[in-house]
């Protein structure tokens, strides 16, 4: 349970929790999505762009609403990269403001309001996301003013991962994927290795529901057994489990329906909590040269 009140984290350290997080999630080898090397849809570089606009819209989000700073941020990547992470970045935006402003995460989380749908609209439709929240938007701004971002969050909370976590208090970000990057943080000895455990410990428990909306909730499923299947092996700490990890990789790939984007997002948020509550320091002094870990990637 969270406190009522505490004491707000500086703007600095907010801007460099982000900053961290994203940087390294982006730059981790999760299987299907993540990888310097193989960029797929987006090229690494482009992703890590945003970083730098990403982190000053969030170290202002304290004076500024919901909606506003992804927008804000949106605009500000597409301008530098070209590219946008508008999801990714969402799930940041609540947990920086209630750090600033030293409030709950669900106090943060009630009171988005109607001003809050255009900019937050906005910023997916200028990332071209058309998926099932920019739907949910569009109908609530129709609906009146009484509707507000977080009904729109609600309505379509059982089909998009970004409003499940708005709908249910972030849930999975703070429940699954924080305490798993935490273990995997104890056991690893780079932060590399520890977010991509993290990462299969959320999709081995979360099917993920863009896997489910291209592909059907059957494969879905079956993604998130496979992943199980490679954390019984061991995952990260075993020569086996890096061996399912490659191969998981492969088979994820090789049908783009089976991309797990929407496991990535969490596991951000996870970072950036960890960030905060133990300095940036915590994920960035376990950064070590890659000596083969998934190798080729």
């Known amino acids: 349970m969270e406190r009522p009140t ?3 984290i500086p703007e600095t350290l907010v801007a460099a929790g982000a ?9 981790a080898p ?5 990888s310097r090397y193989l960029d797929g849809r987006v090229a690494h570089e482009s992703r890590v762009l945003t970083v730098v606009p990403v982190r000053e819209a969030l170290a202002d989000s304290g004076r500024r609403g919901a909606g506003e700073t992804l927008l804000e941020a949106t605009l500000a990547s597409l301008s530098l990269a070209g590219f946008a992470d508008p999801r990714g970045v969402g799930y940041l935006v609540p947990l920086a403001r209630a750090a600033l402003l030293g409030e709950t995460l669900g106090r943060v989380l009630a ?10 609209s906005r910023a997916l439709e200028a990332a071209g ?16 003013k009484e509707a507000t971002l977080r009904d729109a969050m609600r309505f379509a909370s ?3 991962s970004l409003a499940r976590e708005y709908a249910r208090g972030f849930e999975v970000s703070r429940e699954l994927a924080r305490p798993a990057l935490l273990t995997a943080l104890s056991r690893a000895d780079s932060v590399r290795g520890a977010i991509v455990q993290a990462y299969l410990d959320v999709l081995s428990e979360v099917p993920d529901v863009d896997v489910a909306g291209r592909a059907g909730s059957r494969e879905a499923e079956d993604v998130s057994r496979m992943a199980n299947g490679v954390l019984k092996a061991g995952g ?7 061996e399912g990890i490659s191969n998981l990789d492969g088979l994820l790939r090789a049908d783009a329906r089976l991309a797990p984007t929407a496991t990535e997002p969490p596991v951000i948020a996870a970072a950036f909590l ?14 070590r040269p890659a000596t083969g870990y998934n190798r080729g990637r």
């Open 30 to 34: 999760t299987p299907g999505t993540g």
């Open 6 to 8: 505490r004491d707000p």
């Open 111 to 120: 009171r988005l309001g109607h001003d809050d749908l255009t900019p937050f």
């Open 129 to 144: 996301d058309a998926g099932p929240l920019a739907g949910a938007l569009r109908v609530a701004l129709g609906a009146g």
């Open 274 to 287: 960890v960030a905060l509550e133990h300095g940036p320091g915590s994920l960035s002094s376990r950064l």
């Open 19 to 27: 900053a961290t997080a994203l940087t390294l999630v982006y730059s």
């Open 158 to 160: 059982a089909r998009d």
């Open 236 to 242: 990260v700490h075993s020569r086996r489990g890096l």
